[in-house]
């Protein structure tokens, strides 16, 4: 069974394939997919690219609709595209708010949370020389821009959940950057009492609880072993 309700069971088609998710070994881009398909209960597999050739393949074989990963195979589609990825699986597992209001504010909160993802990013591959001023300028705004954004949110309607007081693809998405923010440095949540209540309490559901294990899909930060990886990969210099 599900671990909330009005989420649809993965169970209910026996025969239906588990979701196979393309990328390397690493968070990345998919890693968001991952936590979304993981919330909603929904076991998947991965194909992870390990040369530039993986890649090639996939692109010569007409998978890749615009040359890039990542990819999911999913109800018989082969999706590319972040944000369509995750659109079709919030809406697939009722993690997309119940109205156009409501999934208007979800989009709002995912593409803040997507512009701290793109920094993080981005600042992962950057030159070692330029990394320590790069991760100033992005302590600065997750402490004084993006979380008491947030936070606010949370306080103004005084709710368990960032919109409706259900469980969305927004919370999901934000207890992922929760942790991350949690990794750069502790001390940033330390003003965000209600940001640290709503990581608790979403990391308490089964689904999620299960994730956060050793062990499950989840991956580690990004290593110099893994970032060799990427650059391999994706032909980066």
């Known amino acids: 069974m599900c ?21 390397f070994d690493g968070r990345g881009r998919m890693e968001p997919i991952r936590w979304l398909l993981a919330a909603a209960g929904v076991e998947f597999e991965e194909e992870f690219l390990e040369t530039s050739k993986d890649l090639e393949k996939l692109r010569n074989d007409g998978s890749l609709m615009f040359q890039q990963v990542p990819m999911v195979e999913i109800d018989g589609m082969k999706l590319v595209q972040c944000r369509a990825i995750l ?4 809406a697939k597992y009722n993690l997309y ?3 156009i209001k409501e999934r208007a504010l979800i989009d709002m909160y995912v593409e803040g949370v997507a512009d701290l993802n793109e920094m993080y990013l981005f600042w992962s591959i950057s030159p070692p020389n330029e990394q320590a001023a790069k991760m100033t300028q992005m302590k600065d705004k997750i402490a004084n821009r993006y979380l008491p954004a947030f936070e606010k949110v949370l306080k103004s309607h005084g709710q368990d959940y960032l919109v409706g007081n259900r469980l969305s693809r927004a919370d999901i998405h934000l207890v992922e950057l929760l942790y991350l923010v949690e990794e750069l440095d502790p001390s940033l949540l330390a003003n965000f009492p209600l940001l640290k209540a709503l990581k608790a309490r979403i990391s308490n559901l089964p689904t999620v609880k299960k994730f956060l294990q050793p062990g499950s899909p989840r991956k580690p930060p990004m290593d110099e072993k893994c970032l060799a990886k990427v650059k391999e990969i994706f032909q980066l210099k």
């Open 3 to 23: 671990a909330f309700p009005g989420v649809e069971n993965p169970g209910d088609s026996i025969m239906a394939a588990k979701p196979k998710l393309y990328y």
């Open 87 to 90: 659109n079709y699986i919030a």
């Open 97 to 99: 708010g119940k109205d």
